[in-house]
């Protein structure tokens, strides 16, 4: 998918910018893979958030088809497929964000936990904002592709709304199936039982 997407896409700086996270994520996950595997459920998650930035840095996300082909059907104004991006990069993070802080033992029972979940997956929005911000004062005119607004003056906080409403998503469906797994692989620490499934 990688290689697909980087042949003649829409823009090349777009390309790099958009896909570059999905890069450093595999980088990332092949340098710990031996010393910290993650669950299947997580793999799997972030190999689809990779696909969705890798399909974005092609077309661009403003301009990928199959949105443009809905937008009629749904009686959108514009293309939405950067609210998908944005919605699963709530969705995603904060189904790492779990893993690390039960593995860690970092924060003792489940509501706690949810509310750090909440907060980092709203920090990391905000943050990847303040970037695509940079990049425009970098850039000038060229980063309308890169920032995907499509003359939406609420674009911003509306990212941010979704990111937090895939994260709410993410801790309200799965932490059944991903408790099953890191039990199922041994991931639960056994020195704190309030960190235990179903507590």
Known sequence: MLVWSGINPKDYPTWLLEVLPAIIGAFVLATTYK??????????????????LMIGGHYTYAEVPLFDYIKPIFGFERNNYDKLGHFVQGFVPAMIAREL??????????????LYIVCFCLALSA?????EWWVA????ES??????????IWDT?????LALL?????????PRLHDKQLKDHGYYPT???????GK
């Open 191 to 197: 020195v704190n039982s309030n960190l235990a499934p």
């Open 101 to 114: 802080l039960i593995r860690k033992s970092v924060v003792n029972g489940s509501s706690w936990r949810n």
């Open 137 to 140: 004062l970098a850039s000038g």
């Open 143 to 152: 980063a309308e592709a890169f920032l995907g607004t499509q003359g939406y």
């Open 127 to 131: 943050f990847y904002e303040i970037l």
């Open 157 to 161: 906080q509306s990212d941010m709304g």
């Open 35 to 52: 010393r910290f595997k993650l669950t299947p459920l997580l793999y799997g998650l972030i190999l689809f958030h990779c696909l969705i």
């Open 166 to 174: 895939g994260a709410l998503f993410a801790i309200g469906m799965l």
